[in-house]
């Protein structure tokens, strides 16, 4: 598997990650997943990282822990043997009669490299564990069945190879056509190519083997090193045209006083992504920064002033990333229920003041110091998420890019204000 030798264990994680969520949404009594049981563990275990773990250390009791857990689809009967295993691995510890949890502050790089090294420590060499490289292997372009066989077989035994194509297919992690008039099927990421995928699969079967070795040899060179002149590259006028054609590589020209130059890019730089469940790399995993911006303008524009209506969110933010804790107001409490279940805050109630009021703190900076660069940049609309209906009292949800939700945080944040009270109860305790 050569053209995958440089998968980091951060993007393996993220792989990881969105391979178990997406699998939440089938039953977990599916005879089917029984191989890929391992991944949905570790996934699941990054999952609950990503939500316990802030920029600073940190004892929570173990109703918080399951408050947190539930929403990544971990049961409380079920939690033990997910707290052991990121126990063993240096990221949590608790007291002899495991009522408080010491949860060591972790970066989100070493939450998705930890991720990865549970999967590697679970299983050697099997489906589950070499799913990542084949989903990223169709990340550049859609792939024939010939080609997936052959790649997969490097790592599987041959009745392996056709069992992980066929869960690949029952479970939608990759889209799976028969490409019209040929007796080839076609296997693409649906998030990437969607209505091409059919066009790019009867292009593929044109091809000759050196003429697929070279299409690949193009797009692995602009992925890596976006920008590039079509001169420089020992590139076949037919292929170049093709991709090009095709919508694989894209050509931007530049024009000066001195000449025109052209550039070649990838469309989209591709993100791990399973039909809509989709993460912006390493660098977007989380979608904090989206969820802290959504709702930050539900408190501007959807709460009203006697409960703490934000004026000015540049000025809350920064007050929060300089002081570490902002209010006490009644909106605290209600308007940030999805950034707390996430950990991004918490929020401790203010007994010294009438009424059901809360402050506000961090549990990690990053997201905070994104979203204030873009308010005041004046960019926010490039991460505003989708408008908030008017007849929500509370922000009950958040949809993002990662459209399918888990089946947990739907039923727990989605069903109604009575739901939503008993899970804050949970993880303030």
């Known amino acids: 598997m050569d053209s995958t030798k440089s998968l980091s264990l951060t993007r393996r994680g993220v792989w990881i990650i969105i391979i178990s969520k997406h699998l939440l949404n089938y039953r ?3 005879p089917r997943l029984s191989a890929l049981e391992n991944v949905i563990f570790a996934g699941k275990c990054g999952s609950l990282l990503i939500k316990i773990t802030a920029d600073d250390s940190e004892k929570l009791n173990r109703k918080k822990i399951e408050g947190h857990a539930r929403l990544c689809g971990i049961l409380s009967h079920e939690l033990n043997p997910y707290l052991q295993t990121i126990k063993e691995f240096g990221c949590i510890d608790w007291n002899t009669k495991a009522t408080t949890y010491e949860v060591l502050a972790f970066s989100r790089e070493r939450v998705l490299i930890t991720t990865a090294k549970i999967l590697e420590s679970i299983v050697e060499c099997d489906i589950a564990k070499v799913l990542p490289e084949i989903l990223e292997f169709c990340l550049l372009r859609p792939r024939l069945a010939s080609e997936m066989k052959m790649f997969a077989s490097t790592v599987l035994k041959d009745k392996d190879t056709i069992h992980c194509l066929e869960i690949i297919r029952i479970f939608d992690l990759l889209g799976v056509i028969d490409i019209p008039g040929k007796k080839e099927m076609l296997y693409y990421n ?16 044109s091809l000759g083997e050196q ?7 193009l797009l692995e060179e602009v992925n890596q090193k976006p920008g590039r002149l079509p001169e420089d590259l020992d590139i076949s006028e037919k292929i170049m045209n093709m991709a090009v054609g095709l919508g694989l590589v894209e050509v931007s020209e530049v024009a000066s006083s001195v000449g025109n130059a052209k550039f070649l890019t990838i469309p989209q730089l591709a993100p791990p992504s399973i039909g809509q469940e989709t993460s912006h790399l390493e660098d977007d995993v989380f979608n904090h ?11 501007e524009l959807k709460s009203s002033w006697y409960r703490g209506r934000i004026a000015h969110p540049p000025v809350l933010i920064k007050s929060l990333l300089d002081r570490d804790r902002v209010g006490p107001c009644t909106a605290i409490g209600e308007d940030y229920v999805i950034l707390e279940g996430e950990g991004v805050i918490r929020t401790i109630p203010a007994r010294d003041r009438p009424g059901n009021q809360f402050y506000m703190e961090l549990r990690r900076r990053e997201p905070a110091e994104i979203v204030l660069g873009l308010l005041k940049s004046g960019k926010s609309a490039k991460l505003d998420a989708r408008s908030l209906p008017n007849s929500l009292q509370l922000p009950l949800t958040y949809i993002g890019p990662e459209s399918s939700r888990l089946i947990a945080a739907k039923k727990v944040l989605t069903k109604d204000a009575e739901c939503i009270r008993h899970f804050l109860e949970e993880i303030r305790t």
């Not at 003429?211 to 040899?217: K, S, Y």
């Not at 802290?292 to 408190?299: A, I, P, T, V």
């Open 28 to 30: 977990s009594t599916d």
């Open 190 to 205: 649906g998030y990437q190519f969607g209505d091409k995928a059919i066009d790019i699969g009867r292009a593929l079967l």
């Open 289 to 299: 920064a989206k969820m802290l911006l959504s709702s930050l303008r539900f408190g």
């Open 211 to 217: 003429e697929r070795i070279e299409l690949n040899m």
